[in-house]
């Protein structure tokens, strides 16, 4: 394991089929609106310190002020776009023969884990611009869920990562079929053999003492 997934306890042989992120352009709805507010601050700030102040103002606010109020706008729509930015990049999705696992978080962290042998359904969710242009998000349902267990969200290309899952999945069945059978089908060990067989022995003597008493 990678020190990128530190986070991630997994078995020793336990392998990693698939890794992702969300898309870094979720963060486009957040860019565009800190945008437009930082530019209305901005063209408030003009509006209120030229000509047109003494009508948009009440008066004696100082243009120091004004501009103060369009800096703290603008730092907040920074701040607001570098926030979301952080979201994206400290969120990873990661895919194993076991289990499919989401760790987000900025300052700590959160880790949910399914295990692959535990997933009943997935399903893929694209809207119309999901569709344009390849995105989606993949929810996870266990069995006896009321909905999804777990959603791995805004991936690129998430046909890829549905397709992987199902492909665990189906392994992880077969694996319990086959050790089912194995379990069922398994020969006595010889240890088993030996007490069942001194267990039959007894309960012939006794049966042939009661024929010879009677």
């Known amino acids: 394991m990678s020190a990128e997934f530190d986070w991630l306890s997994t078995d020793p042989d336990e392998t990693v089929v698939w890794t992702g992120r969300p898309r870094v352009w979720r963060i ?10 930082s530019l209305l601050a901005v063209i408030g700030a003009f509006l209120g310190t030229g000509r047109l102040g003494p009508q948009l103002l ?14 703290l706008v603008v730092l ?18 990661v895919l194993t023969d076991r289990s499919v696992s ?18 009943q359904n997935t ?11 390849d995105y989606g998000t993949v929810a996870i349902s266990t069995a006896g869920s009321g909905g999804a267990d777990l959603a791995v ?17 189906r392994a992880a069945d ?6 089912g059978e ?7 060990d010889a240890e088993t053999a030996d007490a069942l067989l001194a267990e039959a022995r007894a309960l012939r003597e006794t049966a042939e003492r009661l024929e010879e008493v009677a």
């Open 58 to 71: 009440p008066p004696g606010v100082p243009a120091a002020a004004v501009w103060g109020v369009a800096a």
């Open 28 to 37: 486009a709805g957040t860019a565009a609106g800190a945008v437009v507010v």
């Open 123 to 133: 399903t893929l969710r694209k809207d119309i611009t999901g569709n344009r242009f």
């Open 102 to 119: 989401v760790k987000s978080g900025i300052l700590s962290e959160t880790v949910t884990s399914v295990g692959v042998d535990r997933v």
């Open 76 to 93: 907040w729509g920074v701040a607001a776009v570098g926030v979301a930015y952080l979201r994206v990049t400290h969120t990873d999705y």
């Open 174 to 179: 077969a694996r319990r079929d086959r050790d």
């Open 182 to 188: 194995g379990a069922s089908t398994g020969a006595l």
């Open 153 to 169: 969200s805004d991936l690129d290309d998430p046909e890829t990562f549905r397709d992987r899952l199902q492909e665990q999945v």
